[in-house]
Protein backbone atom coordinates (compact mmCIF):
# COMPACT_ATOMS: atom_id res chain seq x y z
CA UNK A 1 0.00 0.00 0.00
CA UNK A 2 1.25 3.31 -0.81
CA UNK A 3 1.80 6.29 1.67
CA UNK A 4 -0.16 9.23 0.67
CA UNK A 5 -0.19 12.39 2.31
CA UNK A 6 -2.89 15.25 1.23
CA UNK A 7 -1.57 18.66 1.78
CA UNK A 8 -2.28 22.87 1.37
CA UNK A 9 0.43 24.74 0.79
CA UNK A 10 0.35 27.71 3.72
CA UNK A 11 2.32 30.89 3.41
CA UNK A 12 2.62 31.45 7.50
CA UNK A 13 4.75 35.01 8.20
CA UNK A 14 6.02 34.86 4.44
CA UNK A 15 7.11 31.06 5.43
CA UNK A 16 6.03 28.34 2.98
CA UNK A 17 4.17 25.50 5.40
CA UNK A 18 1.62 22.62 4.86
CA UNK A 19 -1.20 21.32 6.48
CA UNK A 20 -1.80 17.65 6.42
CA UNK A 21 -5.37 17.35 5.39
CA UNK A 22 -5.43 13.60 5.33
CA UNK A 23 -3.19 10.43 5.35
CA UNK A 24 -4.20 7.52 3.83
CA UNK A 25 -1.57 4.73 5.65
CA UNK A 26 -1.33 1.55 7.31
CA UNK A 27 -1.95 2.00 11.42
CA UNK A 28 0.10 0.93 13.94
CA UNK A 29 -2.34 -2.34 14.11
CA UNK A 30 -1.44 -3.46 10.26
CA UNK A 31 1.85 -3.73 10.46
CA UNK A 32 4.50 -6.25 11.64
CA UNK A 33 5.69 -5.73 15.11
CA UNK A 34 9.61 -5.41 13.66
CA UNK A 35 8.71 -2.90 11.63
CA UNK A 36 6.63 -0.63 14.45
CA UNK A 37 9.56 -1.34 16.79
CA UNK A 38 12.43 0.21 14.57
CA UNK A 39 13.45 3.45 12.65
CA UNK A 40 13.07 4.37 10.02
CA UNK A 41 8.35 4.03 10.62
CA UNK A 42 5.48 5.58 9.30
CA UNK A 43 2.10 5.15 10.20
CA UNK A 44 -1.01 6.56 11.42
CA UNK A 45 -2.28 6.28 14.96
CA UNK A 46 -6.08 7.64 15.23
CA UNK A 47 -6.18 11.34 13.84
CA UNK A 48 -2.32 11.20 13.82
CA UNK A 49 0.87 10.85 11.83
CA UNK A 50 3.66 9.03 13.53
CA UNK A 51 7.44 9.64 12.07
CA UNK A 52 9.74 7.73 13.38
CA UNK A 53 13.61 8.90 12.53
CA UNK A 54 16.98 7.47 12.91
CA UNK A 55 18.27 9.22 15.53
CA UNK A 56 15.69 11.47 16.17
CA UNK A 57 12.72 11.26 18.67
CA UNK A 58 9.52 10.10 17.64
CA UNK A 59 7.00 12.84 16.12
CA UNK A 60 3.76 12.88 15.79
CA UNK A 61 1.66 15.30 13.01
CA UNK A 62 -1.68 15.67 13.68
CA UNK A 63 -4.02 15.86 10.67
CA UNK A 64 -5.55 19.35 10.11
CA UNK A 65 -4.19 20.47 13.41
CA UNK A 66 -0.72 22.09 13.33
CA UNK A 67 1.48 23.43 10.24
CA UNK A 68 4.83 21.93 9.33
CA UNK A 69 7.48 23.73 7.74
CA UNK A 70 8.07 23.13 4.23
CA UNK A 71 11.70 21.68 4.83
CA UNK A 72 10.30 19.94 7.48
CA UNK A 73 7.62 18.34 5.73
CA UNK A 74 10.06 17.48 2.65
CA UNK A 75 11.96 15.54 5.11
CA UNK A 76 8.94 13.48 6.38
CA UNK A 77 8.89 12.73 2.87
CA UNK A 78 12.14 11.28 2.56
CA UNK A 79 11.58 9.23 5.84
CA UNK A 80 8.34 8.02 3.81
CA UNK A 81 10.23 6.51 1.18
CA UNK A 82 13.17 4.80 3.47
CA UNK A 83 10.33 3.50 5.68
CA UNK A 84 8.33 2.07 2.64
CA UNK A 85 11.79 0.19 1.83
CA UNK A 86 12.32 -0.91 4.98
CA UNK A 87 8.72 -2.27 4.99
CA UNK A 88 9.06 -4.03 1.56
CA UNK A 89 12.33 -5.68 2.93
CA UNK A 90 10.59 -7.00 6.47
CA UNK A 91 7.26 -8.16 3.96
CA UNK A 92 9.94 -10.25 2.26
CA UNK A 93 11.43 -11.60 4.92
CA UNK A 94 8.09 -12.62 6.58
CA UNK A 95 6.97 -14.36 3.52
CA UNK A 96 10.33 -16.05 3.18
CA UNK A 97 10.22 -17.49 7.03
CA UNK A 98 6.59 -18.50 6.76
CA UNK A 99 6.52 -19.69 2.76
CA UNK A 100 4.72 -22.79 3.87
CA UNK A 101 2.33 -20.78 6.15
CA UNK A 102 -0.54 -20.24 3.69
CA UNK A 103 -2.65 -17.85 5.47
CA UNK A 104 -6.98 -18.39 5.61
CA UNK A 105 -6.27 -22.02 4.47
CA UNK A 106 -8.24 -24.42 7.02
CA UNK A 107 -6.72 -27.20 7.77
CA UNK A 108 -8.12 -30.27 9.78
CA UNK A 109 -5.34 -32.17 12.42
CA UNK A 110 -7.01 -35.79 13.68
CA UNK A 111 -4.86 -36.68 15.96
Given at each position: ?AIVLKIKKVLDRGEPHVKLLDIDL??????????????????????????????????????????????????????????????????????????????????????
Amino acid sequence: MAIVLKIKKVLDRGEPHVKLLDIDLLSEIDLPKEYINGKPAVYKSGSNLVVRELNKCTQFYTIRDELIPWQRFQEIVEVCKQAGDRLHEINEKIRKEYKEFIEGKEEVYII
